[in-house]
């Protein structure tokens, strides 16, 4: 991305990138190379900087800038994006190359070839060591929902063979936008947001600005762009994730949090926006009197799709959490 420059130091708008990378998986190596960014993009993006919500009483909303961050996926698929502790937004997709299929064998195999031939074979090459990393990261159990049993999860034990069955395509298939955002219903006489949180399948995510913050409408007072406010509508990946905090009648700040089943959430998506693309899609989020629980429905023009497999959370917290 950048030329002889250090960490810390101030950099130019990044013009191409260059990555390689051993897959474990799918047992190759590919290489991105000499890969132009958009740098119109990036330069426009850096401009604007970032406006980020008062963690303190008395504080200003603080604007900060992105930093860049690369994801790799399966088939040489490599994302470019700008990052902030408050936003984060795709500036591209790009293809890599497979320039070298990798021959993984035992550590005593690499032995005897060494013994063989005096060539060595590099660890990172050697059975052990693919095994090491894969469960490295390897989650315990996988999680699948029953649509029939809404919200009852089905937890299987995961083993290191289901990493290797590949879903090619899942990723591209998780950039998909739509016109949408969400709305928050309660049985309070008077609420105020104080800020919303879309986290999309697609790595892009959102902190927005809310009607009260620190006793204070900060929208106003701190003339936020309007890109930065929960009203804001714009085309959205899929939510994997959810957050929403507001003030209630009682004065005490409320978070509610989602992580929706990707499955059913992108099938739901799918179902309400068939045949209406361009329509607006409006996330509704109903909590209930006690505020320990909510329904969710995706209303696009008169079409409504419930959500079931929720693993929903509501808590009362501190402003500053």
């Known amino acids: 991305l950048f030329k002889n420059a250090e960490e810390g130091e101030a950099k130019g708008v990044p013009t191409h990138l260059d990555v390689s990378w ?21 330069a426009q993006l850096l401009e604007e900087k970032v406006y980020r919500i008062s963690i303190a009483d008395d504080t200003a909303p603080t604007i900060e800038e992105y930093n860049i961050q690369v994801g790799l996926a399966p088939g040489g698929v490599v994302f470019v994006w700008l990052h902030n502790y408050g936003r984060v937004i795709e500036v591209g997709r790009y293809q890599a190359k497979k320039i070298k299929d990798i021959d993984f064998v035992t550590k ?27 469960k490295l990261g390897l989650p315990k159990e996988k999680i699948r929902m029953q649509y029939q049993q809404c919200g009852t999860s089905v937890t299987e034990p995961l083993v290191i063979e289901d990493v290797f069955k590949i879903p090619y395509g899942l990723w591209d298939s998780y950039r998909k936008r739509y016109l949408w955002k969400m709305t928050l219903i309660t049985k309070d006489k008077n609420k105020y947001i104080h800020s919303y949180y879309y986290g999309g399948l697609n790595h892009e995510g959102e902190i927005l600005f809310g009607e009260r913050t620190w006793g204070e409408n900060q929208i106003e007072k701190y003339k936020i762009p309007e890109k930065f406010q929960y009203t804001s ?28 089943n990707v499955a059913e959430v992108m099938d739901s998506f ?45 808590n009362e917290i501190e402003e500053w959490q």
């Open 22 to 42: 051993l897959s474990y998986v799918e047992k190759c190596q590919y290489l991105l190379e000499d890969q132009p960014l958009d740098s119109l993009k990036i």
């Open 108 to 134: 005593k195999e690499a032995d005897e070839y060494y013994k063989r031939t005096g060539d060595v074979i590099l660890d990172e090459h050697t059975i052990e060591q693919r095994d090491y990393v894969i």
């Open 233 to 260: 509508l714009i085309p959205r990946a899929i939510p994997f994730v959810i957050f929403i905090k507001w003030f209630g009648d009682d004065g005490k700040l409320y978070r509610l949090w989602n992580n929706f």
């Open 270 to 314: 799918e179902k309400a926006f068939k045949g209406q693309e361009n329509e607006v899609g409006n996330l509704i989020i109903e909590v209930n009197n006690t505020k320990t629980d909510a329904n969710i429905c995706l209303k696009v023009g008169e079409r409504e799709v419930w959500i079931c497999n929720v693993d929903l959370r509501i």
